[in-house]
């Protein structure tokens, strides 16, 4: 058992795991599996609609009545400097190559603000208890 529990008490878990909740993750039952084993299982929703996120939080809650987090990009809209999207496809290219991922994207996708009013009506009608950790660089 771990020494300290608050953390444990605070998110309504045994162990105080976390699975990371990866961009584009779309397996509603790695989620439902994590949090039967008394973890913290983690949505990735910062690209999906709030349909998609009911859908998947729906199939979750099927699953298990135990602990899952759903996670969201608040981000803001500011232009990302085409020398770092342009240093960013060169960083990646050994890794399509390596990996055989085929030819790497011409451009990368503009960052998606991720959280709006949409994710918020969305996520308040969830019912669901939460928390919030802002982290502003």
Known sequence: MWPNSEYRELLWVEHPIIQAPTLGNRCPSIIG????????????????????????????????????????????????DPMVLESVRKWLKPWYEALGRGRRPAELPKPHLGFDDKQLDLVLSLNATYDSEVSNP
């Open 33 to 80: 599996a994590v949090a039967r084993s008394k973890w913290l299982g983690s949505l990735g929703r910062a690209c999906n609609s709030p349909q998609t996120v009911r859908q998947e939080v729906d199939a979750v809650r099927a699953l298990t009545d135990g602990a899952s987090n759903l996670n969201f990009f608040i981000i803001g809209d500011d232009d990302v």
